[in-house]
């Protein structure tokens, strides 16, 4: 019985590391401001990039575009991270209804 769960974690392990591996690829978007601002993100948390537009910059006061900016990475950091949640839900088997996901991501 031993060898056979020390064969599944090992195929969860691998299958994780792949998902891992993937996550550059796959990407998020996050805005803020009726998506005056927005941000893509990767599943590896990293923001790639930050649109602005142009009209904001010209009529608001300066802590308001802050504003944006900081809710548009909050919105994308967590949409990656429930993107990498859900995968790594789906690579486990486990129970698509199981509570709490994974925390920490």
């Given at each position: 019985?031993?060898?056979?769960?020390?064969?599944?974690?090992?195929?969860?392990?691998?299958?994780m590391a792949k998902i891992q591996e993937e996550?550059?690829?796959?990407?998020?978007?996050?805005?803020?401001?009726?998506?005056?601002?927005?941000?893509?993100?990767?599943?590896?948390?990293e923001v790639t990039s930050l649109h602005i537009e142009p009209q904001i910059l010209k009529n608001e006061d300066p802590s308001f575009v802050e504003d944006l900016i900081v809710a548009a990475l909050n919105d994308g950091l967590k949409k990656a991270r429930d993107l990498m949640a859900q995968s790594l839900l789906e690579a486990s088997g486990l129970p698509p209804g199981l509570s709490g996901g994974f925390p920490g991501f």
């Open positions: 019985m031993m060898p056979d769960f020390m064969k599944k974690a090992q195929e969860l392990q691998e299958k996550a550059g690829s796959r990407t998020v978007q996050g805005s803020a401001g009726g998506q005056m601002v927005t941000v893509t993100v990767n599943g590896r948390m």
